[in-house]
């Protein structure tokens, strides 16, 4: 098979497509990877093999029809991961958000029809569905976005479906709890804290720290995207959990504790605009249908993500550390 693989010099792409040729996902040992990954702030190439006998990397923008159309043929699959991803970002301003998020995943899903590839998997958030104070989000809700960076997923997922009901394009959806793992940019909540307190700098927990978020293991994440790229069907939505609901707050006492530090370093600050309460997916259909089930606890996953920051400062003290509005 070869695959083409959109952002996979970030976080979560880079671990599907590194699992991917190191033999983790059945059937797909002799597979081909093209990188198509416009390397913004977001991204570096140390994230990938340098030099790969079955990788490719192509430097450039999911919005460039005409490289679109180089890169494409010959390619049996899409798993589209290029995005815009920080919310905080997205606040500052929603214009690349838009291009990238939106124009960008039109952009492939046309060269993909242009083309004739066979299957495209467009990777979402569970924020698309919005906020909610109580129980899970199925499939079946409605799209209720807040930010603009919710707002420009949504849209994408809209353009996507409509290019499998017009033009019966495979197009496969995925909407996934919040990712954590090595190797994430360190202005997301886990390694922003966690870089933070290895250094004994102060953090900032936004608002109360009342907010819940669903923990996925990046591992356990792109594990069910390789599900839905071998077994999804066209035109399906799935969601992808973690299955661990926690406070911010919560979350800060588990990082202070791995750390060794305390309170003392954390600093309540003023809240993100438009700031979500709660997130929490109801993954039913893709564990009954494609066997889906998380392999990582957070306890155990939260443990190696501290340890490989500890060890990996090279990884992520030239990085921009950039705390969010009010710090
Ligand atoms: P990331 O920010 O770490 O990586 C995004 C990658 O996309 C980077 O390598 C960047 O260079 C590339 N990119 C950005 N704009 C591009 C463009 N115009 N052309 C080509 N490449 C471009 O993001 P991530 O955390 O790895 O997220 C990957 C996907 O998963 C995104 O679609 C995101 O919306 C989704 N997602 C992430 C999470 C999470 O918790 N991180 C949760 C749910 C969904
Ligand atoms: O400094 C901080 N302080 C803080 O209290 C940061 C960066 C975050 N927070 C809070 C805001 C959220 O309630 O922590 C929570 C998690 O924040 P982020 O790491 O920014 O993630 P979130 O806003 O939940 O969005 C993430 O999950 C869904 C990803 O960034 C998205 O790409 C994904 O779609």
Redesign the pocket.
Known sequence: MRILVSGAAGFIGSHFVRTLLSGGYPGHGEDRVTVVDKLTYAATRRNLPPDHPRLTFVQGDVCDVALMDRVFPGHDAVVHFA?E????RSVEGAAPFVRTNVLGTQTLLEAALRHGVGVFVHIS???VYGSLAQGRWTEQEPLLPN?P??AS?AAADLVARSYWRTHGLDVRITRC???YGPGQHP????P??VTRLLDGEP?????D?G?V?EWLHVDDHCHAVRLVLDEGKAGEVYNIGGGTHLT?KE?TQRLLDLCGRDWSLVQH?TD?KG??LR?AVDDAKIRRELGYAPRHSLDEGLRETVAWYAANRDHWEARERV??PG?
Request: no cysteine; glycine share 8%; proline share 3%.
């Open positions: 995005a991803s920080h919310v905080d958030t569970d924020e930010s960076y919710a997923k709890a919040n990712n202005e997301k909540l886990i922003l804290f953090v900032p927990l936004y608002g720290g907010n978020r911010n979350m600050v993100r700031h979500d997130y705390a969010g710090y």
